[in-house]
C-alpha cells in the first residue's frame, strides 16, 4: 500500500469518524442554542436509537420500517423528557439543567443496560456488496450512506434555518426570548420541537452507523463527548462550525493514529480541543465580538 | 419554593433508577431436609450483573442446573447439597463483601468464583487468611502464581499463557515469523499483549508492527492501514466484541490479504453473527466445547463435553458456553473432593491440589503442589469460522 492509497485510505475513515462527530456536535448546538440547555444525554439519543432499531428489526419488521418506527419513538422520547424534566426546571441554571442531563444520560444508560444488556447487537448493511476500490482505497457502501445522510441532514437543517417561516421562530427565541414571546412565538413550543428534533437525528445517526460499528448499551458515552468536543471546536453557537469541527476532528484522530501511533489518538483531539479553546474559544465560525 | 421541588423530585428519580439497577444480590436456596446430616454448603461469588454479566450468567445458569442435579440424586454422600450464590455486580469490592458474608455468617466449605480476573483477585487475601478453599473461573494466571501465595486457591479457566502457546505454535508451525500485533486498551488487551510479546521472543516470531484501540472506537481503519504497509504475514488481535467485531468488519473491507488470528475472547455465536460474513476465515485458539461434534472419539473428553451440552441445551433452552464450562469443572472438581473427604477444609484443599486425570469440559485437570490450574496445551484446539460455522482445524 503506497503512502497516497494509505492517505486516501484514511480520509475516507476519517470523513465517516466526522460525519458521525458532526451530528451528534449539530444537535447538541441546535438544543443548546433554542433552549439553552447543553445536553449531555445527545449520545444516549444515538445509543438507543440504534438498540430500538436493531430490535425492531429482529422482529421481523423490514429496515426502512424499523427506521422509520425508532426515529420516531426516540423523537418522542426526546419530546418526553423536554416535557418532563426539562421544562419545570426551565427557570434554573444553566449549571443545574446540565446536571439534569448528566443524570438523564445514566439514567437512560442504565434502562438500555435493563432491556438490550452487554451484547452488541447489529443491523444488517443498507446495500449490498463488497468494499468498492476508489483510487487505491477500499470504501464500505455503508460509508456512502453515512456521508449522505450526514449531508442530507445538514443541509435540511440550513433549509430549515434560513428559508422557513418556524425555523425563523427559533432563530428568533435564540436571539431574544423575550422578544420572540412578545412577537407571538411560543418559546415552549420551540424547547418542544428541539428535543424532538435531537432525538430524532440522534437516532438517525445511530441506525445509519450500526452495520458498521454495532450498537451497545454504553455507545453513546463516548460519541457524546466527541460530539461536544466538536461542537467546542467548531463554536457553540454555530451550525455550520459544529459539522465542520465534527470533520476537523474525525479526519485528525485518524490522520494521527494512522501516520503517527495508534496511541495518541485521542490525545490529539483534546490537543486541538485546547489549542480551538485558547486560540479562539467563540469557535472558528463565530462571528467575532457577538456574544449570547 | 417550586424549583427546589422539581430538583428534588430529579434527584430522587436519578438515584432510585440507580438503586434499581444495583439492587437484586443474588438468590439463596435453603435446604433443611435429607436423609442423611447437616448439608454441606458451598458458596459462589459470581459476576451475574454489570459488565461482565455475558460470562456470569451461564456460570449461574450451570451452578444451579449442577446443585438440582446433586440434590435430585439425594446429595452428596446422604447430606443434601446447600449452594449460596452470591451477585458481586463485576466489582472487586462486592466480591471481597461477598465472600466474607459466605465464610463469617454462612460458614461454607468452600468458595466458587469469581467469573472475571479483577474480582478473582481481590477475594484472595480473605480465603487465604480464613483458610478457605476457592477455585476461581477466571482467566489471569496470577490467579494462582506464585502457588506459595496461593496455597488455598484453584482455577478452572486456561491461563493466558496456554492460550498463546497454542497459538505461537500455530503460528511457527504456518511459517509466519513476522506478525502485527493490534490489542484493546484495558487489562485483557494488555495482558494479552504482555504474554504474547514474552512468547513471541521465546519463539522467534518478530511483531513488525503493534497497535492498540480503544473498547469505545467505531473504526479501526487507521491501525489496519499500517498493518497493511509493514509487511506483515498475519495479523493477531486479542480484543474482545464489539470492537473486536469492528476490526474483523475493517479488516474485510480494507481486503488485507493476510491471515487474521483472534484470542478466545471472541469465542461465541454471537460474534460470527455479528461480524455478518466478516468472520469467515477467522482463525482462533479456544476450549474443546465450541466443536464438540468434531472432536474424534478418542478424545477423552468427548463424553463429558456432549454430557454438558444436552444438560444445559435441554435446559435453558439454549447452546452453553466455555464460561458455563468453567463453572462445570469447579463445581465437579469441589464435589468430588467433598465426596471423599467430607465436611473439612484443610482436608478438601488437599484433595483438590491432587486431583489428576479429571477429564472436565474446560480440558484434561492434572493438579499439583505448583500448579494450581493443571490444565496444558492439549486443552486447546484452534478453529476457524467457516461459511458461519466454528471448523476444527487438524
Known amino acids: ?292 | 419554593m417550586k424549583k427546589k421541588r422539581v430538583l428534588t423530585g430529579i434527584i430522587a428519580a436519578i438515584i432510585s433508577a440507580g438503586l434499581l439497577l444495583s439492587g437484586c444480590a443474588g438468590s439463596k436456596e435453603t435446604l433443611k431436609t435429607g436423609d442423611g446430616g447437616e448439608p454441606y454448603k458451598i458458596g459462589a461469588v459470581i459476576d451475574v450483573s454489570g459488565s461482565s454479566s455475558s460470562l456470569g450468567v451461564p456460570e449461574k445458569n450451570t451452578l444451579q442446573m449442577l446443585a438440582d442435579k446433586v440434590n435430585a440424586a439425594g446429595g452428596i454422600n446422604g447430606h443434601l447439597l446447600e449452594l449460596i450464590i452470591l451477585d458481586n455486580k463485576s466489582d472487586e469490592t462486592e466480591a471481597v463483601l461477598a465472600v466474607k458474608k459466605l465464610i463469617n455468617q454462612e460458614k461454607v466449605l468452600a468458595v466458587l468464583g469469581c467469573s472475571s480476573s479483577g474480582p478473582s483477585m481481590s477475594m484472595i487475601d480473605t480465603v487465604q487468611k480464613e483458610k478457605v478453599p476457592m477455585i476461581s473461573l477466571a482467566a489471569s494466571s496470577t490467579i494462582v502464581e506464585p502457588v506459595q501465595e496461593r496455597q488455598w486457591v484453584f482455577k478452572t479457566a486456561q491461563s493466558d499463557i496456554v492460550t498463546i502457546n497454542k497459538l505461537m505454535s500455530y503460528l511457527k508451525e504456518k511459517g509466519l515469523t513476522s506478525v502485527a500485533l493490534l490489542y484493546m486498551n484495558n487489562a485483557y488487551g494488555d495482558g494479552g499483549r504482555a504474554a504474547f510479546t514474552a512468547a513471541a521472543q521465546a519463539n522467534g516470531v518478530k511483531i513488525v508492527v503493534e497497535e492498540k484501540f480503544e473498547a469505545t472506537d467505531k473504526d479501526m481503519t487507521p491501525q489496519l492501514t499500517r498493518v497493511k504497509t509493514s509487511g506483515a504475514q498475519a495479523a493477531v488481535v486479542w480484543a474482545i466484541p464489539p470492537s473486536a467485531s469492528i476490526i474483523t468488519k475493517n479488516f474485510k473491507d480494507l481486503n488485507m490479504g493476510i491471515p487474521l488470528l483472534h484470542s478466545h475472547g471472541v469465542g461465541n455465536q454471537n460474534f460470527i453473527d455479528l461480524a455478518q460474513g466478516a468472520a469467515d476465515g477467522v482463525i482462533l485458539p479456544i476450549g474443546k466445547l465450541i466443536v464438540a461434534d468434531q472432536i474424534p472419539d478418542s478424545d477423552p473428553q468427548q463424553e463429558v463435553l456432549n454430557r454438558y451440552i444436552e444438560e444445559y441445551s435441554q435446559k435453558y433452552n439454549s447452546p452453553p458456553n466455555s464460561f458455563g464450562g468453567y463453572a462445570w469443572d469447579g463445581f465437579y472438581l469441589l464435589v468430588n473432593a467433598i465426596e471423599k473427604v467430607g465436611a473439612d477444609r484443610a482436608a478438601i484443599r488437599d484433595t483438590l491440589e491432587n486431583t489428576r486425570g479429571y477429564s472436565g469440559v474446560s480440558g484434561m485437570f492434572n493438579l499439583s503442589a505448583s500448579d494450581h490450574n493443571g490444565l496444558h496445551e492439549d486443552s486447546m484446539v484452534m478453529v476457524q469460522v467457516e461459511n458461519g460455522k466454528w471448523k476444527l482445524l487438524k
Open chain 1, 1 to 292: 500500500m503506497d503512502l497516497s492509497s494509505q492517505l486516501l485510505q484514511l480520509l475516507f475513515s476519517g470523513l465517516t469518524l466526522g460525519s458521525i462527530y458532526s451530528l451528534i456536535a449539530l444537535a447538541l448546538v441546535a438544543t443548546y442554542n433554542i433552549t439553552g440547555v447543553l445536553n449531555l444525554a445527545q449520545g444516549e439519543f444515538v445509543a438507543l436509537g440504534a438498540l430500538l432499531a436493531a430490535s425492531i428489526y429482529a422482529a421481523g419488521l423490514p429496515l426502512a420500517a424499523a427506521f422509520l418506527v425508532s426515529v420516531a419513538l426516540i423523537a418522542a422520547l426526546g419530546a418526553l423528557i423536554e416535557r418532563s424534566v426539562i421544562y419545570p426546571a426551565r427557570e434554573s441554571s444553566a449549571l443545574t439543567l446540565i446536571i439534569i442531563t448528566v443524570g438523564l444520560s445514566i439514567s437512560l444508560r442504565g434502562l438500555a443496560l435493563l432491556v438490550w444488556g452487554t451484547e452488541p447487537v447489529s443491523l444488517p448493511a443498507f446495500s449490498s456488496g463488497g468494499p468498492l476500490l476508489l483510487g487505491g482505497a477500499f470504501v464500505n457502501p455503508q460509508t456512502l450512506w453515512i456521508l449522505g445522510m450526514a449531508a442530507a441532514t445538514t443541509s435540511g437543517l440550513y433549509i430549515f434555518f434560513e428559508l422557513t417561516y418556524t425555523g425563523k421562530a427559533v432563530r428568533a427565541c435564540v436571539i431574544n426570548r423575550t422578544a420572540a414571546l412578545l412577537i407571538g412565538i411560543n418559546p415552549g413550543t420551540i424547547s418542544l420541537l428541539a428535543f424532538a428534533g435531537s432525538g430524532a437525528i440522534g437516532a438517525a445517526a445511530g441506525i445509519f452507523i450500526t452495520p458498521v460499528t454495532l450498537a451497545t448499551y454504553d455507545m453513546g458515552f463516548m460519541l457524546g463527548v466527541k460530539g461536544f468536543v466538536a461542537a467546542a471546536i467548531g463554536g457553540m453557537h454555530n451550525i455550520r462550525g459544529a459539522v465542520l469541527g465534527g470533520f476537523i476532528l474525525g479526519i485528525l484522530e485518524v490522520y494521527s493514529a494512522g501516520l503517527i501511533s495508534s496511541g495518541l489518538k485521542d490525545a490529539v483531539a483534546l490537543i486541538v480541543l485546547l489549542a480551538a479553546l485558547m486560540l479562539r474559544p467563540e469557535g472558528l465560525l463565530a462571528i467575532s465580538g457577538r456574544k449570547v
